[in-house]
């Protein structure tokens, strides 16, 4: 099911979060479909052919930085362990890859580079924590 899915699935998956994330006034219904795509990623990413496939897809890195959003706690959580998934399963060198998509994230947002997670670790989140 993955691989079939994985042939066009993952693009289409990818396409709805480049959409939703580009979004200006974000909404709760936007914020809840962003989740779900990454709900959707982290269980096509659960095997070694998905983790390459959602690899090998250059965006991928960058829409995922994107979606990082200190007031969406649980989106934030899922998203933040994707990463960290892929650094310590992924190619040599993702966490480059991941690094250079967090600068790029944060210059298109004209923010300091790691601020989203700073201020996510500065809420009293646990879960963030």
Known sequence: WVENFGREGL????????????IKNQDKVVKRSQHKVIQCLRAFMN????????????????????????????MMTDTVKLLS???IVGEENILEKILEAVT????ERNVDRFSPIVEGLQ???VQLQ
């Open 104 to 107: 790029a994230a944060a210059e």
């Open 11 to 22: 693009g289409l998956l990818l396409d709805v979060l480049e959409r939703l994330v580009e």
């Open 47 to 74: 095997n070694k052919y998905g983790l390459e496939r959602i690899l090998g897809e250059e965006r991928s890195l960058l829409l995922l930085i994107k979606a990082i959003d200190p007031k969406q706690t649980n």
């Open 123 to 125: 809420d009293n989140s």
């Open 85 to 87: 998934a892929m650094c």
